[in-house]
């Protein structure tokens, strides 16, 4: 079983940074796709950014956090990043990894973390 172990979070103020790691105990498919998720109380899971392994071919963003958070990744260590920088309140949420085989298929999830912006 692939276990997803996140690391990183916290509180922060506006306009600071924090960066989110994920690492997966294996990759049983030669291509994965991760992604980044974030979930507020009341709202939906929101689609935060997502990277393919290995070589991280392709990065997608949602709109509010381009060019503020940058995706990256380690394939030797199956380890993604989520570098969020100018952080807004609205930001705040826990963040969720999650790696899947093809796309839209998020078979893997990490434990969450919070992350929190005060203004």
């Known amino acids: 079983q692939v276990q997803l172990v996140q690391n990183g979070g916290g509180l922060v103020q506006a306009g600071g940074s924090l960066r989110l790691s994920c690492t997966a105990s294996?990759?049983?498919?030669?291509?994965?796709?991760m992604t980044w998720f974030r979930r507020t109380p009341g709202k939906r899971r929101e689609f935060v950014a997502q990277?393919?392994?290995?070589?991280?071919?392709?990065?997608t963003y949602t709109d509010s956090v381009k060019g503020r958070f940058t995706v990256s990744s380690e394939s030797a260590k199956n380890a993604v990043y989520l570098q969020m920088d100018d952080l807004k309140p609205e930001d705040t949420a826990v963040y969720y990894c999650?790696?899947?085989?093809?796309?839209?298929?998020?078979?893997?999830w990490g434990q969450g973390a919070q992350v929190t912006v005060s203004s």
């Open positions: 999650a790696a899947g085989q093809f796309a839209g298929q998020y078979t893997y």
């Open positions: 294996d990759r049983p498919a030669p291509l994965w796709i």
């Open positions: 990277i393919t392994l290995p070589g991280a071919a392709k990065t």
